[in-house]
Structures are given as C-alpha cells and as structure tokens.
C-alpha cells in the first residue's frame, strides 16, 4: 500500500462547480502538505502549502489538512475549464525535504 | 533563464543503450530534486543534491541509475543499460534555499521511452 493514496478520476464537473479533491496518508510524520496542478506534457507547479492542521484559502482554492484522520483536501471554487488538468498532493516530513506524492487526480471542467 | 531546463525533452533508447538527461536549474538555486513519473503515476523522489554535494540517493532503483552535479548547477542523470520498466517522464525540481518552504520549480521534464 502506498504512504499516500489519490483517488485518480476522472473527475468531470461544469463549469462554475466546486471541485473537490481529497488525498489519505498513512504516515503519521508527515507535517507539510501541498498541492500541485499539472498539465499535459507540463512540469507540476505549486498551487497551496500548508503546515500542519487547519484551513489555508488563496482567491478560489482552499486547503484543509486534518493530520487526526491523516486526510487533506483542496477545493475549487466557481471552477473555470482552464482549471482541468491533473492535481497532485504532496507531504514531506520537513521543511524543504523531499516530497512525497499522491498518484494525482484529473480533473476536466466542461464549459 | 526563467524556469528549469531540462534536455532532451523526449529521448527514445533501444533496451540496453545508456542515456544521459540534462538539468538546467534556475540560476543560484541550491536545492536540485530528480523525480520519476511513470504514466498515470505520481512523481516518485530518486535523489537530490544540496549544491554539488548528493545528499541523499535514496530513490535511485537500481544502480543502473546514477546523478552528479559537479559544479552545483548543471545536473546529469544517467542511466546505464536502459530497461522497458525506466520509460517514464524524468522531473528536475529546483529550489533557492537549503531548508525552509521556498517554492520547489520543476522542469517540464525528460520523457524517457525504452523499446
């Protein structure tokens, strides 16, 4: 079983939902949490980093992190189709130590 | 330049050949990550590097696979007698500082395919 598992979709929503993604993970050192979006053929890139437990918003995503239930989610406000991609979690046991990753969700926003 | 070189972009070998991926982090950086995404998969760490020195090597599968980065910039990964399983899209991650929550820059990567 792998440190942290992803549903891997594909999850499809129209335009102006709210997606809503969610990763588990079995190890209880994990302390920093993240979230990457990756497009086809791109390099992911970060989009939420959180410490611990609790709640994180930046513009229409937010993060949450419950390190009781060892679970992480991330939702998409008024979700827009320049929003489908794949969107990976991400946790390391340190600051700026090596990253452990989910095996990601694709999500696709229907115009 | 802007962002995280990597070369080539798709390299197609023959089971047996060795190849060699290039990584250009972006310039002063001094924290350098390999990682390796099979298809449909999740990044998978290989090893990193805190400028030239090769911290930890602990996701290298196999040692068919070996990393240097003689100068602290320009980083090589090399793998020796290529098999099907190492088709994958090879990541280079790069980051300013040492520790800390400094963003991690990836690469657009090096898609390997072993026939």
């Known amino acids: 079983q792998k440190e942290v598992e992803q549903d891997p979709g594909p999850l499809s929503v129209p335009e102006g939902a709210i997606v809503s993604l969610n990763c588990t993970y079995s190890?209880?050192?994990?302390?920093?949490f993240m979230w990457y979006r990756q497009y086809s053929r791109k390099g992911p890139e970060l989009l939420m980093y959180?410490?611990?437990?609790g709640n994180k918003e930046d513009g229409r995503f937010t993060a949450q992190v419950d390190k009781s239930s060892k679970y992480i989610s991330l939702f998409i406000r008024d979700s827009q189709p320049s929003d489908s991609a794949t969107y990976l979690c991400?946790?390391?046991?340190?600051?700026?130590?090596?990253?452990?990753f989910g095996g990601g969700t694709r999500v696709l926003v229907k115009p | 330049g802007a962002g995280v070189s990597q070369s080539p972009r798709y390299k197609v070998a023959k089971r047996g050949q060795d190849v060699a991926l290039r990584c250009d982090p972006i310039?002063?950086?001094?924290?350098l990550f390999w990682y390796q995404q099979a298809l449909g998969q999740g990044p998978e760490f290989l090893t990193y590097?805190?400028?030239?020195?090769?911290?930890?090597k602990s996701g290298l599968p196999s040692d068919r696979f070996f990393a240097e980065r003689p100068e602290g910039s320009v980083s090589t990964l090399k793998i020796q007698r290529t098999q099907q399983e190492d088709s994958a899209v090879y990541l280079c991650?790069?980051?300013?500082?040492?520790?800390?929550?400094?963003?991690?820059?990836f690469g657009e990567g090096s898609r390997l395919t072993v026939l």
């Open positions: 590097f805190q400028n030239e020195a090769q911290l930890d």
């Open positions: 190890n209880s050192a994990f302390q920093y």
């Open positions: 959180t410490y611990s437990s």
């Open positions: 310039s002063g950086h001094v924290s």
């Open positions: 991650a790069s980051r300013y500082g040492v520790a800390g929550t400094g963003e991690l820059f």
């Open positions: 991400a946790m390391s046991k340190a600051a700026g130590n090596k990253l452990t």
